[in-house]
């Protein structure tokens, strides 16, 4: 009984759902994996059946506003992203997307405002980048260049931030700046693009020739690279190859401790292959780095549960209940678990 309730909980993290429940949270379920897979269209509709279901599922709704933006439907993802504002109140997600958008309209003092007021405590990794470019826009080289060049210690393998970096050296005269800048542009574009096709290679390998995957999908392992390193625990993983997982997964942590792709998924993996033990501390340290997620709190939360430490997931699946109050499962797992504390007392 222990184990089945804790499955249940587990289904309803975006990122660990193994069988969906119906309704939204199947939807969501699907959108998620659907945008991990690139195919944005198909993640949209899911979010838009989901909010046909219940048009107050923030989730969905920001979810869905994330698709529009990223398939340039940027009037729409606007107007999604201010009801789910109104629906769910501020949050520095939303006001990234909303000044992102401002940046791509060419409101360059709004996008400005925006991006800088949640800059210091960013949201997302490249909010210094387009806080860079909206500086830039608005002519004031100087700010843009020490945004690109904040952007550039936090993302070095982004090949965006140096393109636009060599060009704001450029225009201030710096010649041999620009010209580094312009060589890691090219170096880190062609890695990107090879990255890329061997994450194809890979996965096409573990569908069509499981035998042959390990080959296949060992190429894109580089010790050095903690990023290539999560993307093949992640596509190893997806396919159901958690033992192999790991090892990358493993080093990836090593290599950048404050990774929560990487924790998350290391977490994940041993949970699925059922290593309680060692799942837990992984996924604390990944539920440290994005407390705001729900996928790895109730994944905590689960892990706790199986390993029969009821005092330790009773607060983390409270935690996981006030994100997702809607989740009746992770509600009736909480529930049966006060009330063995109650009778213990």
């Known amino acids: 009984m222990r184990r089945a309730l804790a499955a249940a909980a ?40 989901a909010l046909k279901i219940d048009p107050s599922e ?57 991006l800088r007021s949640v800059a210091d405590d960013p949201p997302f990794p490249d909010t210094a980048f387009h806080l860079g470019v909206a500086y830039l826009s608005l002519g004031d080289t100087a700010e843009g260049t020490r945004w690109l060049e904040r952007a550039a210690r936090l993302t070095p393998g982004e090949y965006r931030v140096h393109y636009r970096l060599a060009r704001a050296y450029s225009a201030s005269g710096r010649t041999e700046e620009a010209s580094r800048e312009y060589a890691l542009y090219t170096r880190y574009r062609n890695e990107q693009k090879e990255t890329e096709k061997q994450a194809r290679a890979c996965t096409e390998a573990l569908r069509t020739q499981p035998a042959a995957a390990h080959e296949v999908c060992y190429r894109m ?19 159901g190859a958690y033992a192999d997982a790991l090892e990358p997964l493993g080093k990836a942590v090593q290599l950048d401790p404050n990774s929560y792709e990487a924790w998350h998924n290391l977490g994940l993996t041993f949970f699925r292959l059922q290593r309680y033990q060692e799942a837990r501390a992984p996924l604390e340290k990944a539920a440290a780095l994005r407390p705001e997620l729900y996928g790895p709190v109730v994944l905590l939360g689960a892990t706790l549960y199986m390993l029969g430490d009821d005092d330790a997931a009773i607060p983390v699946l409270e935690r996981a209940h006030q994100l997702n109050p809607g989740d009746a499962q992770t509600a009736a797992v909480l529930e049966k678990l006060r009330a063995a504390k109650r009778q213990k007392k």
């Open 10 to 49: 587990l289904a309803v993290a975006w990122c660990a759902a193994q069988a969906p429940k119906p309704g939204i949270e199947t939807h969501l379920s699907r959108g998620a994996k659907l945008m991990q897979d690139q195919l944005i269209e198909a993640a949209a509709a899911e979010f838009e059946q």
């Open 58 to 114: 923030a989730r969905a709704r920001f979810q869905y506003a994330v698709c529009l933006l990223m398939l340039g439907r940027n009037d729409e993802a606007r107007r999604e992203f201010e009801q789910t504002r109104k629906q769910a109140g501020e949050s520095p997600y939303i006001t990234y997307y909303l000044g992102r958008l401002d940046l791509l309209a060419g409101d360059f003092d709004s996008a400005v405002k925006k």
């Open 221 to 239: 392992f580089d010790p050095n690279d903690p990023e290539k390193l999560t993307l093949l625990g992640q596509l190893l993983g997806d396919a």
